[in-house]
């Protein structure tokens, strides 16, 4: 692979997230609880998304169960 290729790939792109105020509290304490079982001193969203957004991709079941999320929530909505 070039090297302009390479530093495309590893390249982040920020993206904006817009929590609301409940769904922050949860994420916020499930960090906590989750660096303290990792013994870390804090778990990062950012390490949170990349590790969900990995999952998602590698996991059919999973994505399909977001799939599904998904279509059940834009009903909600409608």
Known sequence: MSESAM??????VGKT???D????QRVLAWQ???AHATGT?????QAVVDALLKELLDD???AMRV?????AEMDETL
């Open 60 to 62: 059919e079941l999973l």
């Open 67 to 71: 799939r599904e999320r998904l279509v």
């Open 41 to 45: 001193p804090r778990v990062t969203f």
């Open 17 to 19: 997230v817009n929590l």
């Open 32 to 34: 906590a609880d989750a």
């Open 7 to 12: 530093s495309s790939v590893s390249r982040r």
């Open 21 to 24: 105020a409940d769904l922050n």
